[in-house]
């Protein structure tokens, strides 16, 4: 695996970056989720891959990105694939205007990736406790949220999990994965 040291294009790293570390929801079901939430009018909808996050945004200098490969490579390394299913909706209203999707079965396994992703040089506090989801509409008017979770309670999606990706966050301010890390 070569080290991270340029942006795609031959673009030079900043001196810091914006990184994240998730599940990825595969298509069709991945593009389902987007297109649903582009269509409660959620601006970040195209911005943002459909994911299960482990990592949240976190700012990382870019020297400390072979640190960082090393970590979730060893991570990867001491999970095995697992089967996820989500199915129905939910809300973290009123704490936070979010409504989601929830992870079903897979949960286990998504809460032990996060303690171990969010470790050694990753090591964070959060402002949330950890919750595995995947958003379908955040920070819309009331009547927007209600009825993206209405429409997400008759979701249903299973596939395997065969690993975890780390993505950047672009000038641009769209998310994109940036390398994928398989389990053994």
């Known amino acids: 695996m070569t080290p991270l ?9 900043p001196e810091f970056l914006t990184i994240g570390v ?9 593009t389902a989720i987007q297109d649903a939430r582009a269509g409660h009018g959620d601006p970040l909808a195209r911005s943002i891959p459909t994911h299960v996050t482990l990592l949240p945004p976190t700012e990382v200098p870019a020297e400390a990105l072979p640190k960082i ?11 095995r694939p697992f089967r996820m299913v989500l199915r129905g909706g939910g809300s973290f209203r009123p704490v936070s205007p979010v409504v989601f999707v ?7 396994e998504c809460r032990l990736l996060e303690a ?8 964070r ?17 009331e009547h927007v949220l209600d009825r993206a979770q209405e429409q997400a309670r008759s979701f249903h999606a299973a596939f395997p999990v065969p690993g975890f990706s780390l993505s950047r966050f672009d000038l ?4 994109r994965p940036w390398r994928s890390y398989t389990f053994c």
């Open 102 to 108: 929830r992870v079903e079965e897979g949960e286990r």
């Open 172 to 175: 641009d301010e769209v998310w």
């Open 5 to 13: 040291t340029s942006l795609p294009g031959g673009q030079e790293l």
């Open 116 to 123: 171990d992703v969010r470790s050694g040089p990753l090591a």
């Open 125 to 141: 506090e959060l402002a949330f406790p950890y919750h595995p989801h995947v958003t379908v509409a955040h920070g819309l008017e």
């Open 22 to 30: 998730s599940v990825t929801v595969p298509d069709p079901h991945g």
């Open 69 to 79: 490969e090393e970590h979730l490579a060893a991570v990867a390394a001491a999970h």
